[in-house]
Nanobody, 128 residues
Framework: QVQLVESGGGLVQAGGSLRLSCAVS????????MGWFRQAPGKQREFVSG????????YNASSVKGRFAISRDNAKNTVYLQMNSLKLEDTAVYYC?????????????????????WGQGTLVTVSS
């Protein structure tokens, strides 16, 4: 059974930082691409950051470029999202997801449909 468990969300002031973690079990984590998505109230789920198997390739949405960074520790089966300079509009439920791909240097950019397994989400609230 595949499980993804996010943690690290919470309330933070604008301009502050948070680091989200996502622990994955039930899969060969080092052979999966990973991604972070978010969904704000009344909005569609949107891609935030993606990372390849090895971690050598990453991609960030333009809305978070220069502020957020995705990374992974394959020895710990965990993917991270470091969020700096947080803005009010970053408030959302953040989800991590597994993308099954045979390509070690591939970042899955096909949207939520390309991802195969999802966590339950962790809430990030940015206050003024």
């Amino acid at each position: 059974q595949v499980q993804l468990v996010e943690s690290g969300g919470g309330l933070v002031q604008a301009g502050g930082s948070l680091r989200l973690s996502c622990a994955v079990s039930g899969r060969a984590f080092s052979s999966d691409a990973m991604g972070w998505f978010r969904q704000a109230p009344g909005k569609q789920r949107e891609f935030v950051s993606g990372i390849s198997w090895s971690g050598d390739k990453t991609y960030n949405a333009s809305s978070v470029k220069g502020r957020f960074a995705i990374s992974r520790d394959n020895a710990k089966n965990t993917v991270y999202l470091q969020m700096n300079s947080l803005k009010l509009e970053d408030t959302a439920v953040y989800y991590c997801a597994v993308c099954i791909t045979p390509f070690y240097d591939y970042v899955c950019l096909g949207g939520p449909r390309e991802y195969d397994y999802w966590g339950q989400g962790t809430l990030v609230t940015v206050s003024s």
